[in-house]
DNA sequence: TTGATGTGTGGGAGCGCTCTTACAACGTTG
DNA sequence: CAACGTTGTAAGAGCGCTCCCACACATCAA
C-alpha cells in the first residue's frame, strides 16, 4: 500500500540491465534486443512499476498537461451555471484526453487570480493555456504572450497580437437572424444585445443591424442584456413598454431569449404567433425553451476542440505563426419563429 | 522571451548567497538574517526568478493539484450538459483556489479511462482523487484505495469501504416532497424516480415511498427515469396514462421535473391547479421553469466544496480515519406544487 | 574557562528520469 | 586482414529543487 514506488532502478536490477535500457523499453522502444525487451517487461510487471511522471517532466520540460482559464470578467463561482462554459470544457476535455493531456480548471476572475495563472505557467506546471476570455480589456492574453507561454484563445483578442485563437463569425450569425426574421414577414423587429463591451455582441449586433438596414430597415430598437436570464428578463420588459408593438425579436443568446419568451407569455401573447423570436447558441435552454427557440448555433464544442488542437500543434512544433480559425454559424429553426 | 528561465542557482549568484538560503528566502523564511533576506529578495527581483514546480514536486513529493474525476457510467461529452456536474465543478474550484491547489478535469466513462486515471494517480501527478461517482458498481473507488490513493467520494460508495466521502439525505428529501404534496391535499400522487441502479435514486424513492404509506398511501405509481429531459417526458407520458387523474407528481430531478411539466401543459393540464409538481435539486432548470419549480434543494456547491476540504485535510496528515459529511435536504416551494 | 545550547549559512546528496556519450561486439568492405 | 560502419548496451551527467548535515559563530549557565 504505502510501500515505495519501484523506481526504473529497482526495474533495471530485476531485469539485469541498465536504467536505460529499461527506460527504452518504457518510451520509444528504439534498438533493443527483443528477447531483452521481454525480460524488461516481465520486470516491469513484477515490480508493477509505473514510471515517475514528475521526474519525467523535470528532464523533458512537458508536463502532459494545459491550463483551461476561464478568465471572465463577470468570474466567481457562478460561471459554471452559464451553460457555455460547460460546452467549452466538454469540447476540450474530449478532445485532449485522445491526446493524453489533460485541462487543469483555473478561474481568473480577479487581478491577483490572473497573475496566479501567469506564475503557474511560467512555473512550468502546464505546458500552454487555453484562453476563454470574454472581455477584450483583459490583460491575460498579453500577459501571457509576454511570459513567452503558448497559448490559444477562444475569440479573437480585444487589439490584435501575435496569438492564436478560434471564434465564429457572429456577424454572419447576426444576419442570419434577421434574413429569418424578415423572410418571416416580420417588420417590428427589435433586438436584446449581449453586453457590449464583449465582442461577440459587438458583432453580432452588427452584423443584425446590417441586415436589418439592408432590408429598409434602419432603425432597430436594442436594449442591452448581460447574457443572463435575468437580464434577458428586464430588457423584455423595456423593450414591451417601448414598442409595444413589437413582433420580432432576436436575442444575443439562448439564455436571454428564453427569458424573453417567458415575459412574452406572461404579457399573453403569442410565441410565435404574435412575437417571434430568435436565440443564438443552441445550447441546452434552446431545447428545454417552449416553444422551443429557433435559434443560431454556435459549435462550442467544435470550437473548444479546435482550440485545444492549435494548442497541441504549437506543443508540438513551437515558433509557427500563430494560426486561427473561424467557425461559420448555422441557423437552426424550431419553433419560436 | 525564450531566454531559459532563471534557477535557485542564478539567484543564488547574484545575491552572493547559497542556493540553499535562496530556497529558505523563497519558502518558510526560517532562520534568515533579514538583511540577507533582503539581499536575496532584490535578487529575485532583478533575476525575475520563479521556483520550478515540476522540480520542487520531485522532492516533496506534492503536486499541489488534485485530480476531479467524473466517473460516470453514462459518460461522454455530454455530462456537462447537465448542470449538476457544472455545479460541482463550481464548488471544487472555489474551495480549491483559495488552498492553492489546481483541480485537473477527468473523464471515467469506460475501462481505459479508469485505468489512465488510476495510472495518472499512481504517477504522482495529482496529490489525490475528487471521485464523482454515481453508478455503485464503479470499480473506481475500490481500485483508487487499493492504489493507494488519497480519495473522497461524492455519494456514498456502493458497498462500505474505508474511504471518505460527502453525501445527503436522499430519504429526507425525498421525505420533503411526499408531505409537502399530501399537506397540500393532494391524494392521486405519482412519481418519476431517477435510475434505479444509482443509490440516490434509491434513497430518494424509498424516503419518498416511505412517508407516503405513513399518509395513507401505501402504493405509488411510479416510472423509473433516467435523470435527462427525455427520459422524464416520456416517464410522464406514461404516467399520464397509467393514470390519467393524478393530481401530482414528484420527479427525482429539476430536469425531469421541468420536462415533466412540459407534457403536463402540453396536454392541457394546469400545474399546478390541476397537476402539481416537485422537483429535486434546486438546479437552473428548476428557476427557468414555466411555474418555476417547487423543489427539494441539494446544496452540491457546498458538498463539493467539503468534498475538496475533506480531501485536503488526508492530505495534510495522511493515515486519518476517512470522514464523511451528510447535508440535509431543503424544500424549497415555489410555484409548481 | 568549559561545555551546552542555539542561530545562521553553505555544502552536498539525492528525488526519478532522459539523453548523450562511450564502448563492446559484430559484421562488411576494399 | 586492417579499416570501418552498425547495433545494442552501460555509464554518467544533469534537470531544479529540498533538506539533512556540518560548521562557524554567538550566547549563556556551571
Redo the contacts with the bound molecule.
Sequence with gaps: MSR??P???D??RVA?????????V???T????P???ETVRNAIEQTG????R???S???RRTGTVALVISGAGGGSDVFSDPFFGRVTAGVVDFLRGHGVHPVLMLADSDHARTEVVEFLRQGSADGALLVSTHPADPLPSRLLEAGVPSVLYARPGRPMPIGYVDMDHRAGGRLAADHLVAAGRYNIATISGPMDVLASQDRHAGFRDAMARHGFPYVPTVEGGFTAESGAAAMHRLLTECPDLDAVFAANDLMAQAAVDVLLEHGLRVPEDVAVVGFDDSAPALACRPQLTTIRQPVERMAAQMADLLLADLEKPGQRPKSVIFEPELVVRASA
Design positions: 515505495v514506488a523506481t526504473l532502478e526495474v533495471a539485469g540491465v541498465s536504467r536505460a535500457t529499461v527506460s527504452r518504457v518510451n520509444g528504439r534498438n533493443v534486443d528477447e531483452l525487451q512499476y509505473t514510471p515517475n514528475v521526474a519525467r523535470l528532464v523533458t
